[in-house]
């Protein structure tokens, strides 16, 4: 099993970027598909995740990420608008198959990360 995560860079306060995370070897519409973040220095945090068609997000991006999937290309997406600098962070894209792992800040596959930086 493999999750590849990409579309992280630099970008400016107030920027969008969209981070993809495909999958391999699993199916992702089974599973609870979310991203985390570990910004420099400190622990990991939960940052979205999906199931079916129903989302969830804490407070810290609410309303300026969005957590969406392409099943037919075992795809999931988060666009993440309104950036900043307090969102740079390793982005991380994980799969939970009970839906009971993410609410602990784990899970039982992991990607690699992916780099976003936000600068003003």
């Known amino acids: 099993v493999q999750l590849v995560e990409s579309g992280g860079g630099l970008v400016q306060t107030g920027g969008s970027l969209r981070l993809s995370c495909v999958t391999f070897g699993l199916t992702s519409s089974s599973y609870f598909m979310a991203w985390f973040r570990q910004p420099p220095g400190k622990e990991r945090e939960f940052v979205a995740v999906?199931?079916?068609?129903?989302?969830y997000y804490p407070n810290s991006v609410k309303g300026r990420f969005t957590i969406s999937r392409d099943d037919a290309k075992n795809t999931v997406f988060l666009q993440m608008n309104s950036l900043k600098s307090e969102d740079t962070a390793v982005y991380y894209c994980?799969?939970?198959?009970?839906?009971?792992?993410?609410?602990?800040?784990?899970?039982?596959?992991w990607g690699k990360g992916t780099l976003v930086t936000v600068s003003s």
């Open positions: 994980a799969a939970d198959q009970s839906g009971r792992r993410w609410r602990r800040g784990d899970a039982d596959y």
């Open positions: 999906i199931k079916n068609s129903d989302t």
